[in-house]
């Protein structure tokens, strides 16, 4: 088990630009979750997929961003045309659902930041 | 829908004073209740959580939580802090099972308390 993955772990952009970002949830889980965390805030979900399928998404998510998760494997999380309110750390996380009760086992990646300049 | 409310932005303490970080949530519903440690730079760690039975929770590096439910309320105590426990932490729920609907187990975090332990 070598947790949640994500990379790059730092990314500075030109504002216009496009950005992808990747996460590697640990291989058992099929839970997903992308949050986005900006300077003296708590994280904010963004979206959710439950293997492959992308299940619920945050009105913050705009029409700029896209996540997929082929294969319920690992995730890509995009951000076209990149805006300076966009820079901020963007957080991974995966979960299991224990087959009985209740088992939110998240796993948090230490995360992308980006910066947009 | 549930929200979450850390009473304080900035908490400083002197090394092995002890501390109380709180955390107030809203929901019309069941929810169950976490505290999150982020060290500068990093991911969030879980250092304890709440989802039935006793009401006091304990969690790692000697934290522990007691949820309250007619006061909302899910606050951590450290009996004496070290400076290693610097860092911000993170009250967050998520909307429980029984509630109706689906909530995904996504969390809902408070703003933050930056804990500043002094020598």
């Known amino acids: 088990d070598t947790g949640v993955s994500q990379n790059p772990r730092h990314k500075i952009t030109k504002r216009g630009q496009n950005v992808t970002f990747r996460c590697d949830p640990i291989?058992?889980?099929?839970?997903l979750y992308w949050y986005r965390q900006t300077l003296g805030q708590g994280p904010e979900f963004l979206t959710y997929?439950?293997?492959?399928?992308?299940?619920?998404k945050s009105r913050l998510l705009s029409d700029r961003f896209s996540a997929e998760r082929p294969k319920g494997s690992f995730s890509t999380l995009e951000i076209q045309r990149t805006e300076q309110g966009d820079s901020a750390m963007y957080l991974c996380a995966s979960s299991s659902r224990a087959r009985t009760g209740l088992n939110y086992g998240y796993t948090f990646g230490s995360g992308t930041r980006l910066t947009v300049v | 829908a549930q929200s979450v409310t850390q009473l304080d932005s900035q908490v400083p303490v002197f090394e092995e004073a002890p501390v109380e970080l709180r955390c107030n949530y809203s929901?019309?519903?069941?929810?169950?209740l976490f505290w999150y440690v982020q060290y500068p730079n990093q991911g969030l760690q879980l250092l304890l959580k709440?989802?039935?039975?006793?009401?006091l929770v304990k969690g790692i590096n000697g934290f522990e939580a007691e949820f309250n439910k007619s006061q909302t309320s899910f606050h951590l105590r450290k009996p004496s802090v070290h400076i290693s426990d610097t860092a911000e932490y993170f009250c967050a729920v998520i909307q429980g099972r029984d509630a109706g609907g689906t909530s995904y187990g996504k969390l809902t975090f408070g703003q933050g308390t930056i804990l500043t332990v002094h020598p």
């Open positions: 709440y989802l039935s039975g006793s009401t």
């Open positions: 929901s019309s519903v069941s929810v169950y």
């Open positions: 997929f439950q293997n492959e399928a992308q299940l619920e």
């Open positions: 291989s058992e889980h099929n839970r």
